[in-house]
């Protein structure tokens, strides 16, 4: 979503696509539209592999699945207690990377989105509110399973 940003360069030309920044973390930079004269639904996500996969996650799974005729909020979500605090920015919902093994839900390692070793051990994503400071110890969290993360409950 950069200055020098081809995609959105050639996506935003014919006023088909919009480029927003949404208060998540990772994934803020999103877009979506249509292109072209048969005006094709076109998703774009962030460069960041660790911020893709999240963004898949949290926006693009719910459309496919109501385009396929499927509950949309339906994603598997589940209750987890916090194993561990930890802090986050206030401000923007953070989706945290993390294992759950027996209803407890622990970061999987470093949560920069450039961690792609985090992402490789997650079974699911901790959804932490926007306006929360942080995680503490025992705090309720509501999960979603990683796509093809079959012991993501634990």
Do not use: I
């Not at 916090?82 to 923007?92: I, Q």
Request: hydrophobic share 45%; proline share 8%.
């Amino acid at each position: 979503m950069g200055v020098y940003d081809t995609v959105k360069e050639v996506l935003a030309a014919d006023g088909g696509v919009e480029f927003v920044k949404v208060a998540m973390r990772p994934g803020m930079p999103q877009g979506c539209g249509v292109v072209g004269p048969r005006r094709v639904p076109v998703v774009t996500l962030p460069g960041n592999p660790v911020s893709s996969f999240v963004s898949f996650h949290v926006f693009v799974l719910p459309a496919l699945r109501a385009m396929a005729g499927l509950d949309p909020l339906e994603d598997g979500g589940f209750e987890a207690v916090a194993g561990a605090a930890w802090p986050k920015v206030v401000g923007r919902a953070e989706m945290t990377r993390v294992v759950v093994e027996d209803g407890v839900a622990r970061p999987s390692g470093g949560q920069g989105s450039h961690m792609l070793g985090a992402l490789a051990e997650a079974t699911a994503l901790a959804v932490v509110p926007a306006e929360a400071d942080g995680v503490r110890e025992g705090d309720r969290l509501h999960c979603f399973p990683l796509l093809g993360r079959d012991r993501a409950r634990g």
